[in-house]
């Protein structure tokens, strides 16, 4: 078998297709219309998704002697978050469109102004995308053939809504109707999920389903070095739910409502080297992220600019990764200085300082925090590992697979165990020997349904790293399998006590 990759590159339709296909993810509330930013985590989803959460703690946690894990609750304190700035601060700017009640985020909503020969004749807007230029170019142009104008058009010269000038606001069009005059001035819009504690429903019972998983590490952070027996520097990690009321929630699992964070606060002393620190985690990051399986190609670094830094910020690093709709932030590394323990120090009245046996000093520590999303990881790790390709048989006929190339670290299944034939007593019942004695330690899969070829094809399109097959020589000759991998399609004989190794391997 060989394999030609002649398929262009991969489309969101295609992942969200084969992700409802194959059971990785569903609409949440599908049979009701669903419900716009939640999902559901189908059988192989929730696999998937349970091996990035498990390779991340294993690598984060366990693996490291300087961090050590919690997990808070969802709902804490309101008070948590107004000290945290969240209940003032943690908006989006939001746009309504008052004749079709869309409503915008204003940063997301670009606009240019239509030039002819030098003179602005009108304004065009478009949502962002990977080609938000090249839609305001073209929706310049047909204003401009729609109104007849003569003359040299200009370039346009995108910016977003946050940027325009308020005698500009009535002269830009509604992306939902192509016509200016109904967008509001941008406002500020808090995405915290408001709830209510207790049987009362006024305002001293209002509480927050937590928007990152972060504050649970600050205001533990007196009980973690209580009990811990942790030493400066040292981290906190937690995986767990965030919520946010997206007002745009899009692009499939990237940016929604219910989503799940791995977040992790590195406390260094107040005169440590932060830059260096926080460049270690940054390269920490990156190459967790390849020993995962994204390719390396795929991912950048952005610097935010430092006039946009929150004041007590010292730099934020975000590592981007190239999705099929543009290249976005997938993991921020953010150097926060000591803003969140003081602030919580401040508002709860008990200090958060840290006594250093060596120095004697008592100061209140920095903090560096690398916060990622796993749903942002379980897309990256699908876009990155589809493909389609045209494989040719031993026969030289051409035939289309469908291939998931997920990291063995990761994959939902590791290994199928396949008999040759259904209907051979011999064959299924060393078959299911093997596979009872795999699924003590890993996640596998028996089927004997159908041709192997197609049984070799379904194991591919779910990211299947090997097929075991058990053939006439495993129960006539030597005992040995056949296995077969998935990214070459080669096949070689193997030992039981070789597959156990290869697995010991590659799966950790
Ligand atoms: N404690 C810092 C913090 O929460 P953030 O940049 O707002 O920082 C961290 O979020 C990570 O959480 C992001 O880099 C992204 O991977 C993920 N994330 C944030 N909002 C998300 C959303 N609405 N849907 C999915 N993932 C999201």
């Given at each position: 078998m060989s394999a030609e990759s002649t398929a262009p590159a991969v489309t969101m339709d295609a992942i969200v297709a084969l992700a409802k296909r194959r059971g990785f993810v569903f609409q949440s509330s599908e049979i009701y219309g669903g419900l716009n930013g939640f999902f559901d985590y189908g059988p192989l989803g929730s696999e998937l998704k349970k091996n990035i959460r498990d390779c991340w703690w294993n690598d984060m946690v366990r693996r490291r002697d300087d961090v050590v894990g919690i997990e808070s609750s969802i709902i804490m304190h309101p008070k948590v978050w107004e000290a945290s700035g969240h209940v003032a601060g943690f908006t989006d700017p939001l746009v309504d469109c008052k004749v079709s009640k869309?409503?915008?985020?204003?940063?997301?909503?670009?606009?240019?102004?239509?030039?002819?020969?030098?003179?602005?004749?009108?304004?065009?807007?478009?949502?962002?995308?990977?080609?938000?230029?090249?839609?305001?170019?073209?929706?310049?142009?047909?204003?401009?053939?729609?109104?007849?104008?003569?003359?040299?058009?200009?370039?346009?010269?995108?910016?977003?809504?946050?940027?325009?000038?308020?005698?500009?606001?009535?002269?830009?069009?509604?992306?939902?109707?192509?016509?200016?005059?109904?967008?509001?001035?941008?406002?500020?819009?808090?995405?915290?999920?408001?709830?209510?504690?207790?049987?009362?429903?006024?305002?001293?019972?209002?509480?927050?389903?937590?928007?990152?998983?972060?504050?649970?590490?600050?205001?533990?952070?007196?009980?973690?070095?209580?009990?811990?027996?942790?030493?400066?520097?040292?981290?906190?990690?937690?995986?767990?739910?965030?919520?946010?009321?997206?007002?745009?929630?899009?692009?499939?699992?990237?940016?929604?409502?219910?989503?799940?964070?791995?977040?992790?606060?590195?406390?260094?002393?107040?005169?440590?080297?932060?830059?260096?620190?926080?460049?270690?985690?940054?390269?920490?990051?990156?190459?967790?992220?390849?020993?995962v399986g994204l390719p390396e190609t795929h991912l950048s670094l952005y610097a935010h600019p430092k006039e946009k830094l929150a004041f007590y910020s010292k730099g934020t690093v975000d590592i981007m990764f190239r999705y099929p709709f543009g290249v976005q932030e997938l993991w921020g590394i953010a150097a926060r200085g000591n803003y969140d323990l003081t602030q919580h120090a401040n508002a709860s009245g008990k200090p958060m300082e840290y006594f250093d046996e060596a120095s004697k000093k008592k100061f209140v520590p920095h903090v560096i925090e690398p916060a990622v999303g796993v749903d942002r990881i379980f897309l990256a790790v699908l876009c990155a590992g589809y493909a389609e390709e045209d494989v040719k048989d031993d026969k030289g006929n051409v035939e289309k697979r469908t291939v998931l190339r997920l990291s063995p670290r990761i994959a939902p299944v590791k290994v199928a165990v396949l008999p040759l034939l259904k209907n051979k007593e011999a064959l299924t019942a060393r078959a299911k020997e093997l596979y009872r004695k795999l699924q003590r330690r890993y996640a596998v899969f028996y089927d004997e349904a159908g041709a192997i070829g197609r049984r070799y094809r379904r194991q591919d399109e779910i990211g299947t790293p090997w097929c075991v097959t058990i053939d006439f020589e495993t129960i006539e000759k030597d005992g040995t399998f056949t296995l077969r991998e998935r990214d070459s399609m080669t096949q070689k004989r193997i030992t039981e006590a070789d597959l156990f190794a290869l697995l010991e391997a590659q799966v950790f």
């Open positions: 869309q409503r915008y985020r204003a940063d997301q909503l670009f606009f240019s102004p239509v030039v002819v020969d030098g003179q602005t004749v009108g304004y065009v807007s478009a949502l962002e995308s990977e080609k938000t230029a090249a839609d305001l170019q073209a929706a310049a142009e047909s204003f401009k053939r729609k109104k007849a104008i003569q003359g040299a058009l200009a370039p346009v010269a995108p910016r977003d809504f946050t940027e325009a000038k308020p005698e500009e606001i009535p002269l830009i069009p509604s992306p939902a109707t192509g016509e200016p005059g109904s967008l509001t001035e941008p406002r500020a819009f808090n995405m915290m999920f408001e709830t209510h504690v207790g049987p009362m429903r006024d305002s001293s019972a209002v509480a927050y389903l937590r928007p990152e998983t972060a504050q649970g590490m600050f205001v533990d952070f007196k009980n973690v070095v209580d009990t811990g027996r942790v030493k400066l520097p040292f981290g906190i990690a937690q995986i767990g739910k965030s919520f946010r009321n997206e007002i745009t929630p899009r692009n499939f699992i990237f940016r929604s409502r219910e989503f799940e964070q791995m977040e992790m606060e590195y406390f260094i002393s107040e005169d440590a080297d932060w830059d260096t620190c926080h460049k270690e985690w940054i390269e920490w990051c990156r190459q967790w992220l390849i020993s």
